[in-house]
């Protein structure tokens, strides 16, 4: 196994991975389980969150921003979504819009553009586009404008 292989834990799923939240309302606990104060409630169903410990019913999750404490796991899905370019979002200015394209490419047209800090729905990363849909908007946006996919990063 190489190093830098994710590692199979006691779900059988593959750790660090990314996953999303299934609720408006998620705590973030201080430690896995429920004795444990709650530092943050995620109030943003689908926010990308990646899972980087499991223990017996918690996950241990870090969010775009580097937060990190432990949520129930029925509280995730494993459904991929993707924050568009939250580094990018700084107070007082307005958001850059990335470009949604009609196709994997630069030179393809443009079906909309959506500004940083928007959840798109990943159907499928191929290394270097994701196919997204944001709102009733589809098309691709450049894996490396998405936080909640790992560089290089497949799948279907």
Request: charge should be neutral; aromatic fraction near 8%.
């Amino acid at each position: 196994m190489a190093d830098d292989a994710p590692a199979v834990t006691g779900s059988g799923l593959p750790v660090p991975r990314f996953v999303s939240l299934k609720s408006d309302r998620v705590n973030l606990r201080n430690g896995p389980g429920t004795d444990y104060p709650t530092g943050w409630v995620y109030r943003r169903a689908g926010l990308p969150v990646e899972v980087i410990k499991e223990f017996e019913t918690w996950r241990q999750v870090r969010d775009a921003e580097g937060a990190t404490g432990w949520v129930l796991q029925s509280l995730l899905s494993g459904r991929r979504t993707g924050l568009v370019l939250p580094w990018e979002r700084k107070s007082g200015s307005p958001p850059p819009l990335v470009p949604i394209m009609a196709g994997d490419s630069e030179r393809s047209g443009v079906v909309a553009k959506v500004e940083a800090g928007v959840i798109a729905d990943l159907h499928s990363c191929d290394g270097r586009w994701c196919r997204v849909t944001v709102d009733q908007y589809s098309g691709f946006v450049e894996q490396k404008k998405l936080w909640g996919v790992y560089e290089g990063e497949t799948f279907k």
